[in-house]
């Protein structure tokens, strides 16, 4: 396999290799793995917002799917799944207030960055 880091090409030997750099990867690129690339239909909603102490920190299990953000210097970065039927037809109709009311009851600190 051949591999870029720092900008210097190198090659290195492995029985297995792992790449998390997402469709355009250095590392798909290196061979065919077999890899099989599908839609999940998993969508998500992602913000930065003012703010870097919203109480918001991590990744959240809930029934409309995760929600999780980290502070970033002065502002805070979000997500929110939107595959979930309520969610995705609030986004459908871009009824803000709906989507707002079922990721607040279903988790209350999604209300800071929302």
Do not use: C, K, N
């Amino acid at each position: 396999m051949h591999a870029v880091q720092a900008d210097l090409p190198r090659t290195i030997e492995a029985e297995l290799v792992v790449g998390a750099g997402g469709t355009h990867s250095v590392v798909r690129e290196g061979g065919d793995f077999g890899a099989v690339a599908r839609d999940t239909g998993t969508v998500y909603v992602r913000g930065i917002v003012h703010g870097d102490d919203l109480g918001l920190e991590g990744e959240y299990w809930t029934p409309l799917g995760l929600f999780g953000g980290a502070p970033i210097g002065a502002g805070t970065y979000f997500y929110a799944a939107a595959h979930a039927p309520a969610i995705a037809e609030a986004l459908a109709r871009r009824d803000l207030a709906v989507f707002l009311r079922h990721w607040t009851q279903a988790l209350p600190p999604s209300a800071a960055p929302l």
